[in-house]
């Protein structure tokens, strides 16, 4: 069952549950009592795409090191 981040606009809490998917969306209870916290976005589900990926890395597909072989990278 995967876990699911709430936020209480009443207290300004943010608690996990474990929650079915299908009914993640769905208002839950949160720890002190309060009724009505909504689901916050998980930091660790909705990872922005795209705007911090590192890029042009591997495009070359070389590895190539610019040293000229005067470092340990063996010169590739
Ligand atoms: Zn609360």
Same mark, same amino acid.
């Given at each position: 069952?995967? *876990?699911?981040?709430? /936020? ?6 943010? /608690? ?26 998980? *930091? /660790? ?32």
């Amino acid at each position: 069952m995967p *876990v699911y981040e709430y /936020f209480c606009r009443t207290c300004g809490a943010t /608690f996990e549950l474990l929650r079915p998917m299908a009914r993640s969306g769905e208002p839950a209870a949160c720890p002190r009592g309060h009724a009505g916290a909504t689901r916050t976005l998980s *930091v /660790f589900a909705a990872a922005p795409r795209g705007s911090d990926a590192p890029s042009g890395r591997d495009a070359d597909g070389a590895g190539g090191c610019a040293c000229g072989g005067s470092c340990a990278c063996g010169g590739t």
